[in-house]
């Protein structure tokens, strides 16, 4: 998975929102160490600072814990990482009906092109 | 914040023209920090008057509390705008020199970066591409373990894949001890490595401030913001 950084908003956010999905996808599971804040400014090419905060902010938040000497590890709470999972979900599902609505589709309608293509996707 | 670099009303005029304007500033260590400017808005002339090449008219200086000068020098790795390498020279002669030059030199690294960036070590300079003599002069800069990297322009030659390779460099010299100083226009392509950034315009500073409170409060990149300050 690579890190996709937009222009116009805090890097910072952006990189919380990318920690926590590769916390949900498993990428980093359940009480796994994740890689120190240097691999991971290098992987996404940003400022080690910025990285640093991220991860002081995902500390804070519970979905990971450090230990003093051998580094941060993912939280083991499945509880806690299911909630940030749904909690992404519908961020994205809000995107997606901000935009429906913008092109001017009912709700009836949205959820008919859903059932649709979720038919022939699952197929 | 500790004051690795610190200006008081720093001023520098050539005759009529003031090249720095009354410039206050202070930069902490641990920073990476752009020092973005169009063309003659005092940046060169910043990073001279910090290197001693240039004295100042008026105002104050210091780095890690020294006046720029033997002590600061031996703290300061600077690139310059310009090549100032002798062309007779090898690049394994230069890096000699360099590692005899400056006690904080790591020739282990330096010829590391050669090697990543596939530049032999037995060329003569004379017969390196302008890009190759930049990217040579940028490690040799980067080989020190210096407290205050001053870049004069450090990316505006080389291609983007080598680009690439110098903002990773950048980031994987971080320490919390060293501040890197950028001067530049391709902001785009440094925007997020940077924690820090400076405009200065006709030798004032305009804005001092972090790349993620720009964004917050403009909702703008650093690269869009600077084009709506400095339009044309």
Known sequence: MGWELKTDRPIYAQLIEQIELRICAGIYPPGSRIPSVRDLAQ????????????????????????????????TEDT?????TRNKLAKEQVQVFLKKMKDLGFEYGE?????????????? | ???????????????????????????????IVGLLGPNASGKSTFMKICNDLLTPSSGEIRIAGFEPGVESKKIVSYLPERNYLNDWMKVSDIISFFDDFYADFNKEKAYDMLNKLNIQAEDRLKTLSKGTKEKVQLILVMSRDAQLYLLDEPIGGVDPAARDYILETIIRNYNENATVIISTHLISDIEKVLDDVIFIKEGQIVLHKTVDEIREETGKSVDSLFREVFRC
């Open chain 1, 43 to 74: 992987e996404a090419s940003v400022n080690p600072n910025t990285m640093q905060r991220a991860l002081a902010k995902l500390e804070e938040d519970g979905l990971l814990y450090s230990h003093r000497t051998s580094g941060r590890f993912v």
């Open chain 1, 79 to 83: 509880e806690m990482i299911r909630k």
């Open chain 1, 110 to 123: 949205i959820l008919s092109i859903i059932s649709d293509l979720a038919e022939e996707m699952m197929e």
């Open chain 2, 1 to 31: 914040m500790n004051k690795l670099l610190e200006c008081k009303n720093l001023s520098k005029y050539f005759g009529p023209v003031r090249a720095l304007d009354n410039v206050t500033l202070t930069i902490g260590s641990g920073r």
